[in-house]
């Protein structure tokens, strides 16, 4: 099982809906988590992080953080064909002391 | 306020040689990571350095190294280059970065793409 699971993809969404990305891992200890935006040939540009149950929002975009289920999301509003991108999830566990990536989802916002 | 800064943006070099790639962290920031992106295994951490020490260390062979001088700018050097090691290597600005309990928000800089002939 891989530490961090995303679903490839490529995930398509029409524009002007909501786009969710899903992410699981496996390390109940883990205690930060983040998820990034990288647009092909670019470096990855951080989007959300958050630590602690629930909800935060910023903007157009919604982190959720599940601990007892293993999961973190990222929902998109108002989805743009410049959010057509690969999005990164990104989990630190203190005890190995890194931060581990998922594969990525590659989105693709229809026009 | 500036942005992480990574040089050169283009390599190519040939198996058997070294190569030493250069980070200048976003300003105030103490903590510098490297990461090795490649195709098939995705983003990767190499290591983390904060005020000068090698704090954390990611699973990749001794021929990867680095430092941290006293302005925070960080190097990375490989040795004896081989054809895996073509990649794409990010290095991340944070101001506390990898902290044990926490892992503060990190900052990617665009890049070295290194090509090993």
């Known amino acids: 099982q891989k530490e961090v699971e995303q679903n490839s993809g490529p995930l398509s969404v029409p524009e002007g809906a909501i786009a969710s990305l899903n992410c699981t891992y496996s390390?109940?200890?883990?205690?930060?988590f983040f998820w990034y935006r990288q647009y092909s040939g670019k470096s990855p540009e951080l989007i959300m992080s958050?630590?602690?149950?629930g909800d935060k929002e910023d903007g157009r975009f919604t982190a959720q953080l599940n601990k007892a289920s293993q999961y973190v999301s990222l929902l998109i509003r108002d989805s743009q064909p410049s959010d057509s991108a690969t999005y990164l999830c990104?989990?630190?566990?203190?005890?190995?002391?890194?931060?581990?990536f998922g594969s990525g989802t590659q989105l693709t916002v229809l026009p | 306020k500036a942005g992480v800064t990574q040089t050169p943006r283009y390599l190519i070099k040939t198996r058997g040689q070294q190569v030493t790639l250069s980070c200048s962290p976003i300003?105030?920031?103490?903590?510098v990571s490297w990461y090795q992106q490649t195709p098939g295994q995705g983003l990767q951490f190499l290591f983390e350095?904060?005020?000068?020490?090698?704090?954390n260390k990611g699973n990749f062979p001794g021929r990867f190294s680095g430092r941290q001088f006293s302005n925070s700018r960080s190097e990375m050097n490989v040795s004896t280059l081989e054809l895996g090691d073509s990649a794409l290597y990010l290095c991340?600005?944070?101001?506390?970065?990898?902290?044990?309990?926490?892992?503060?928000?990190?900052?990617f800089g665009p890049g070295t793409r290194l090509t090993v002939t």
């Open positions: 958050i630590y602690s149950n």
């Open positions: 991340a600005s944070s101001s506390q970065g990898l902290a044990g309990g926490s892992a503060y928000e990190q900052y």
């Open positions: 390390d109940r200890g883990s205690q930060s």
């Open positions: 350095y904060f005020s000068e020490t090698q704090r």
């Open positions: 300003s105030g920031h103490r903590s």
């Open positions: 990104a989990v630190y566990k203190g005890s190995a002391r890194q931060l581990t």
